[in-house]
């Protein structure tokens, strides 16, 4: 277990963490998520005592990291996989740190089959691949099968095979009651891979809860439809006071009816639909809108004008006026500023 209590860091001027006060609990995989400059790898670091806090604790199974006897045998890092000495052999590198940590030498050949580098054990480290290097910094994390383990961006770098193993090796490693903590801006992979999530966003608490609700308290669930004749499906929707975004090729977006509802209607209309499918924002979209307000570093889209339907005309003159503001808008779905960032 880790525990963060009121955890804060400044460097001069800037506040890097800001007050994290949140438990990592044992047996489930968590994500700790954030845009980039949010804090994440500052946090990790002070868990680890490399960095210390400008206030707050974090306390590892109940210790500090600094009151851990031969730590590597309690809590397990990957951070930054280049922070090795390159001349050293990926065997060497791993058996001095067993050594100082009272590992059995025998533990060095069993954790380098286990990241698939075994065949590489004598190279040196310096020659290695992005990837390999993830594959050496996650031996030497488990290289004193500890009970808590920290990840920052381990799949960075790695081939589809090594995102897989290590997805699994994640879920467990956590199975065993581990502790497991990871960061990543892989939303796909962390959606696949952890069960409770963290975030922040400039240094501040902005969620911890299950991945099902921070998805579904984050995100709004819709019913896809698309129809050959748009126009008159556009009309029976607005006669029944749906609220309806304008979805990519040509389709509709509408929110709170189910799938069957719109179905029966579309029957009885008899007007020929080409896709009806509930759908559930995805991990990605449910973190965009909860970061939204704080990501520091934006990057502009290098594209033209925006996307037109099929026949000409802008996506947003195909759809009546009023459709993006009938009824009141879930937690900000549904305004004209979010559907344009959607489309964008
Ligand atoms: N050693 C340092 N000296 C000064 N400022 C730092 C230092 N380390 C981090 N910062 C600042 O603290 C803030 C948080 O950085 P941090 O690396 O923890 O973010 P992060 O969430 O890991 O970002 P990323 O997703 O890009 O890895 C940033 O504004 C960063 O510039
Ligand atoms: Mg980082």
Redesign the pocket.
């Given at each position: 277990m880790i525990e963060l209590r009121g955890l804060t860091?400044h460097?001069?001027d800037?506040?890097?963490?800001d007050h994290l006060t949140f438990t990592v609990r044992p047996g489930i995989v968590t994500g700790f998520l954030?845009?980039?400059?949010?804090?994440?790898?500052?946090?990790?670091?002070m868990m680890l005592g490399l960095?210390n806090p400008t206030a707050g604790t974090v306390r590892i199974d109940g210790k500090h990291y600094r009151q851990l006897k031969n730590p590597l045998t309690y809590v397990g890092a990957l951070l930054d996989a280049k922070a090795m000495h390159g001349g050293r052999s990926a065997a060497n590198h791993l058996l001095c740190l067993a050594q100082s940590n009272g590992i059995p030498r025998a533990r060095v050949a069993e954790v380098l089959d286990l990241v698939g580098l075994a065949s590489v054990a004598g190279k040196r480290s310096k020659g290695f691949s992005l990837g390999m290097g993830q594959r050496l910094g996650i031996a030497a994390a488990l290289l004193g099968n500890p009970r808590v383990l920290l990840f920052?961006?381990p799949v960075n770098g790695l081939d589809p095979e090594g995102i897989h193993w290590i997805r699994n090796l994640m879920k467990n490693l956590a199975a065993q009651g581990r502790t497991v903590f990871v960061?990543s801006?892989l939303m796909s992979e962390m959606a696949l891979t952890a069960e409770h999530l963290v975030v922040?966003g400039r240094?501040r608490l902005l969620a911890d809860t299950s991945m099902a609700e921070f998805i579904e308290q984050n995100s709004r669930s819709y019913v896809r439809v698309r129809s050959p004749e748009r126009e008159r499906l556009l009309t029976m929707l607005y006669r029944e006071g749906m609220r309806v975004f304008a979805g990519e090729a040509g389709a509709l977006e509408v929110d709170g009816v189910p799938a069957e509802r719109l179905g029966e209607l579309a029957a009885a209309e008899r007007l020929v639909l080409h896709e009806l499918s509930p759908q559930q924002a995805s991990l990605e979209e449910a973190f965009m809108q909860l970061t939204a307000g704080v990501v520091?570093?934006h990057a502009r889209n290098g594209g033209g004008p925006p996307p037109t339907v099929q026949g000409g005309g802008p996506v947003r003159s195909a759809v009546p006026q009023g459709a993006m503001s009938r009824g009141p808008a879930p937690d900000g779905w549904g305004t004209d500023r979010q559907w344009q960032r959607k489309r964008s």
């Open positions: 860091k460097y001069g800037t506040v890097a963490v954030g845009p980039n400059g949010a804090g994440k790898s500052t946090t990790m670091r960095d920052d961006e960061s801006h922040i240094g520091e570093y």
